[in-house]
């Protein structure tokens, strides 16, 4: 099992303002760094890195390949 197959694209932004909110993206609990302190108890460090590089990737693809601003 990937985390590509448990997380849908357009979660990438909700998860990184989650975590940096401190809010746990799955259960809206506590968090603690990265591991949730709610009812999951999920670590999300794996995901935070992924949903990063996911962002990280698309836009600057995105950039590079149509030269002009998107928006
Ligand atoms: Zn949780």
Redo the contacts with the bound molecule.
């Keep these: 099992m990937s985390i590509a197959d448990t997380l849908p694209g357009e979660s990438h932004g909700h998860i990184i303002s989650s975590i940096i909110n401190l809010v746990?993206p799955?259960?809206g609990?506590r968090m603690s760094e990265f591991q949730?302190e709610?009812?999951?108890?999920?670590n999300w460090l794996a995901e935070w890195e992924w949903a990063n590089y996911a962002t990280r990737s698309s836009k600057s693809c995105l950039s590079k390949r149509s030269g002009k601003r998107a928006w």
Excluded at 38 to 42: E, I, L, P
């Design positions: 746990c799955q259960c609990g949730c709610g009812r999951c108890c999920r």
